[in-house]
T-cell receptor, first 116, second 114 residues
C-alpha cells in the first residue's frame, strides 16, 4: 500500500529557531501534499495544500511567512517552522494524494514539535 | 465553508456490543466523506470512504457507514466491536472535486472494555 513517512518524528527546539519537517511518499508520486496540525486531544486542522512545483495554498489564519512549505519533487514536501515560539508546539501531520487515484489521501505518522 | 460534527466525544462499550458513531457535515455542494481511525501511537488509517453510488459503504475491519443525504449524515457502524477497536475515530469531508484537503470532525475516543 501507499506509504508516507515523516522526519523527524520528534523534535525539540529553542524559541526563535527554525525547524524543518520532511514528508515523503515512499512508493508513489504525490502530486499534492497536505499539512495538518493536531492539538492535544483535538482534531486535525488543515494548514496548507502543496502542489509539486507551485506555491502552497494556505488556509485562512495560517501565517505563510511562519510556516514555509516547499514541494520540490513528486515525493518530497517540507514544512519549515520559522522563528518558532512555544505556541507552535504541536503535532504536525502530512498527507499525500497520489495522482491518478481518485481522492484518497495517505497520512504520515506525524511529527511532535516542542518549542522551549 | 465545510464543517463536520461528531456528537460523541467519548464512547465506552463492552466487547461484542454494537457501535454507531454519529457524523454530520455542513456543506452545500457535492461532498466526499471519510472515516479514519487512529490507534494509540499510530498514524491515521482510512476505514472507509464515500464518493458516489451506493450510500451504504463497507470498509475494513467490519466497519460500514451509511450516507444519508437528506440528513447530511455519515454514521459509522459495526455490529460487534472488539477490544482491538479501541482508538480515536475521525469523520472527514472534502468537496466533490476531491482535490482539496480534508475537514475533520473533533473525533470520538472509543474504549472497548474486555
Amino acid at each position: 500500500g501507499a506509504v508516507v513517512s515523516q522526519h523527524p518524528s520528534r523534535v525539540i527546539c529553542k524559541s526563535g529557531t527554525s525547524v524543518k519537517i520532511e514528508c515523503r511518499s515512499l512508493d508513489f508520486q504525490a502530486t499534492t501534499m497536505f499539512w495538518y496540525r493536531q492539538f492535544p486531544k483535538q482534531s486535525l486542522m488543515l494548514m496548507a495544500t502543496s502542489n509539486e512545483g507551485s506555491k502552497a495554498t494556505y488556509e485562512q489564519g495560517v501565517e505563510k511567512d511562519k510556516f514555509l512549505i516547499n514541494h520540490a519533487s513528486l515525493t518530497l514536501s517540507t514544512l519549515t517552522v520559522t522563528s518558532a515560539h512555544p505556541e507552535d508546539s504541536s503535532f504536525y501531520i502530512c498527507s499525500a494524494r497520489e495522482g491518478g487515484v481518485r481522492y484518497e489521501q495517505y497520512f504520515g505518522p506525524g511529527t511532535r514539535l516542542t518549542v522551549t | 465553508a465545510q464543517s463536520v460534527s461528531q456528537h460523541n466525544h467519548h464512547v465506552i462499550l463492552s466487547e461484542a456490543a454494537s457501535l454507531e458513531l454519529g457524523c454530520n457535515y455542513s456543506y452545500g455542494g457535492t461532498v466526499n466523506l471519510f472515516w479514519y481511525v487512529q490507534y494509540p501511537g499510530q498514524h491515521l488509517q482510512l476505514l472507509l470512504k464515500y464518493f458516489s453510488g451506493d450510500p451504504l459503504v463497507k470498509g475494513i475491519k467490519g466497519f460500514e457507514a451509511e450516507f444519508i443525504k437528506s440528513k447530511f449524515s455519515f454514521n459509522l457502524r459495526k455490529p460487534s466491536v472488539q477490544w482491538s477497536d479501541t482508538a480515536e475515530y475521525f469523520c472527514a469531508v472534502n468537496s466533490g472535486g476531491g482535490a482539496d484537503g480534508l475537514t475533520f470532525g473533533k473525533g470520538t475516543h472509543l474504549i472497548i472494555q474486555p
